[in-house]
């Protein structure tokens, strides 16, 4: 069941951008102690009353036994930068918070890995599994059965029906449906508004009704 909220260490948030104020937001409403946030731009202004702490070098000055990190750096497609921090901090034994908005609703047996992010109005039915630092944003409907690996991305409105396969990097587009039984391989783009009814390859851009493919080898460095 993990520690209650109210005795688990205080947070830090890495960016500084809409996504990490959508954290800040949520972590606010669960009751979290948000010690700051890091971001290059270290002359931001606070966000909801959350002051910036620095840049990414701040966090080294906290112990990684005493503060949790949430990473706030958002994609709006595959995002290297995003996985980069968390594997870098993975390496240097910081743990990262796992965000759950309280309007989500999780079937008990869901398996959650570290560093997921559950946003307003998700959905996540039995037989799920969300993979390490992966997003599952606002609205979002993951029906049973489903996988989304590590580092994914469920962009707002997103739905997947049963037993559909998000393999690691991914990132699907706002408001894209994917039928049951369709894998979406990794490091693939799936376009705003696609309906996906095919098997989508490694590295390529899928988009429209129904979606085909409009480029492949996606950059992920």
């Known amino acids: 069941m993990g520690e209650p909220y109210h005795i688990k260490p205080p947070v830090i948030v890495i960016g500084g951008g809409g996504h990490a104020k959508v954290l800040i937001s949520t972590l606010i409403l669960l009751g979290r102690k948000v010690l700051g946030f890091v971001d290059p731009k270290t002359s931001l202004p606070p966000i909801l009353g959350i002051s910036t702490l620095g840049d990414d070098q701040a966090i080294s000055l906290h112990d990684p036994d005493k503060v949790h990190l949430v990473n706030g750096v958002g994609t709006t497609g595959i995002s290297v930068l995003r996985r980069q921090i968390y594997q870098k901090f993975r390496k240097t034994y910081y743990n990262f918070e796992t965000v759950i908005h309280p309007s989500a609703i999780i079937a008990l047996d869901v398996e959650i890995a570290d560093g997921v992010q559950i946003m307003a109005g998700a959905i996540?039915?039995?037989?799920?599994?969300?993979?390490?630092?992966?997003?599952?944003?606002?609205?979002?409907?993951?029906?049973?059965?489903?996988?989304?690996?590590?580092?994914?991305?469920?962009?707002?409105?997103?739905?997947?029906?049963?037993?559909?396969?998000?393999?690691?990097?991914?990132?699907?587009?706002?408001?894209?449906?994917?039928?049951?039984?369709?894998?979406?391989?990794?490091?693939?783009?799936?376009?705003?508004?696609?309906?996906?009814?095919?098997?989508?390859?490694?590295?390529v851009t899928v988009a429209g009704v129904p979606a085909r493919v409009m480029a492949a080898k996606n950059k992920t460095k």
């Not at 606002?138 to 997947?160: K, M, Q, W």
């Open 124 to 203: 996540v039915q039995p037989g799920s599994r969300l993979g390490a630092n992966a997003i599952i944003n606002t609205g979002v409907r993951v029906d049973h059965d489903c996988s989304i690996e590590a580092h994914a991305h469920l962009a707002p409105g997103v739905t997947l029906s049963g037993g559909v396969l998000i393999a690691e990097g991914s990132f699907v587009g706002t408001g894209a449906s994917i039928i049951h039984g369709i894998s979406v391989g990794p490091n693939s783009i799936v376009g705003a508004g696609a309906v996906v009814i095919r098997n989508v390859p490694a590295g």
